[in-house]
């Protein structure tokens, strides 16, 4: 017997992602796992930390585990080029903090 949509009742083929009667989702299509997507990924997790969680958690969800390893270099990444860019900003505002203190202590003895 073939699968029916919860709203409109229709029948449905068991590989279809919507119901082409009344659009409802009847399940998830699964994410792409491609070598162009997996580096689109990778470098927007680099580049855009805090966005890299977010498609790291999504393709967690997924069951395969393509995707799962995607979901994990994804999170890695993010939480490393965060941790980076932390650090970086801290030493670019220490420097500037000693630039403008030995100027005030130059303007002190003037």
């Keep these: 017997m073939d699968p029916l949509c919860p709203v409109c009742h229709t029948v449905v083929r068991t590989t279809d992602y919507y119901c082409f009667n009344c659009g409802k989702n009847l399940h998830e299509k699964p994410l792409s796992t491609s070598r162009t ?14 966005i890299g969680l977010w498609w790291g958690f999504k393709y967690l969800k997924q ?6 390893r995607i979901a ?3 999170i890695a990444i993010t939480v490393v080029s965060t941790i980076l860019a932390v650090r ?5 505002m220490n420097g500037i903090n000693a630039q403008v203190n030995q100027q005030l202590q130059g303007l ?3």
């Design 37 to 50: 997507t997996e580096i689109m990924y990778y470098l927007g997790s680099l580049l855009l930390p805090p």
């Design 63 to 68: 069951e395969d585990s393509d995707s799962k």
């Design 72 to 74: 994990y270099v994804c």
């Design 88 to 92: 970086w900003t801290m030493q670019f």
């Design 108 to 110: 002190q003895g003037f």
